[in-house]
């Protein structure tokens, strides 16, 4: 703890650098490892915006809201069979939750909260029941993995659905330009073979868009801004965990590794910047080469 509170205090004379590695990696445990697996959180989605590097490159970004993430419940080896933690998000009103419900989150001494999710971690990542996740969770630069179900589109053609070319716009072709057109064959077999792409409903089916860059973290407002598109609408609930294509050194520039382990601590939190912008490096994209 005295080793923890003396590189604060160097943060706080040092006047708090842009970089992340003075606050990140002074509050980092020895023991993560490469084949750490660190809880996910639940965000809410706020929304589409912008970021500009400093050559004046525009990064469109989603911005993610973590509202009031808390350990619920802790999953062993030999209670259930695999490690994990069910991590509740938003408080919602008492009165509101069935009693089966509202004794579950009354035994592990939380409000109830409107949505739990449960995320596999290693053993070694293990956090007590009660504890906070906030945006500091993440770091910038490094890259995480967005679920969450997909726009709901209703019925819709099988242009619309899958892509297809439709009918010919001449030669005869009569309030048909948009239909799907044969979908048998002839007397044998005389079908219509099970999965054939025809219209029906579309969205709302859970996706996952991987390795998304973690442009930004804003700790007083708990939002992380993200680089790219995230499936879902706006205020739709978002899973998001480390991502698992980029394990060991690639989840995150080498200047911020270890990642917060098991989670970021608060004494480190309150010391950092309100904002933590990641870098982008490289040279300027405007400039002809030879």
């Not at 004379?13 to 697996?37: D, I």
């Not at 990064?59 to 991590?87: C, F, K, R, W």
């Not at 219209?199 to 991987?210: D, K």
Request: hydrophobic letters at 35%; one cysteine or more.
């Amino acid at each position: 703890m005295a080793s923890l509170l003396s590189s604060v205090r160097v943060g706080l004379r040092a006047g708090f650098s842009t970089e992340c590695r003075t606050f990140v990696t002074a509050a980092q445990p020895a023991t993560w490892t490469h084949k750490s697996v660190r809880t996910g959180v639940i965000a809410r989605k706020k929304g589409m915006t912008g970021m500009w590097d400093e050559w004046g490159v525009r990064i469109p970004v989603t911005v993610l809201q973590i509202e009031q993430n808390q350990v619920v419940q802790v999953l062993n080896e030999e209670t259930h069979g695999y490690t994990a933690l069910q991590i509740g998000s938003s408080n919602r009103t008492p009165k509101n939750v069935t009693n089966p419900v509202l004794g579950h989150f009354e035994k592990a001494g939380v409000e109830p909260k409107r949505r739990l999710v449960e995320f596999r971690i290693t053993s070694d990542a293990v956090l007590p029941v009660g504890t906070e996740l906030v945006a500091s969770h993440f770091v910038p630069g490094q890259f995480v993995d967005c679920s969450a179900p997909t726009m709901g589109k209703g019925f819709q053609g099988a242009m619309k659905k899958y892509g297809f070319g439709g009918q010919s716009a001449t030669h005869g072709t009569s309030v048909t330009h948009r239909s799907l057109g044969s979908t048998g064959q002839r007397k044998d077999p005389g079908k219509v073979f099970k999965g054939k792409k025809m219209a029906g409903r579309m969205g709302g089916n859970q996706a996952t868009v991987q390795s998304l860059k973690v442009m930004k973290v804003d700790k007083d407002l708990n939002l992380i801004y993200v680089k790219g598109c995230v499936p879902g609408v706006d205020d739709q609930y978002i899973k998001v965990r480390d991502a698992v294509k980029k394990r060991g050194d690639k989840i995150a520039p080498a200047d911020v590794l270890p990642l917060p382990f098991p989670t970021a601590d608060p004494e480190v939190v309150k010391a950092m910047p309100r904002e933590l912008v990641a870098k982008t490096g490289g040279s300027d994209p405007y400039v002809m080469k030879e």
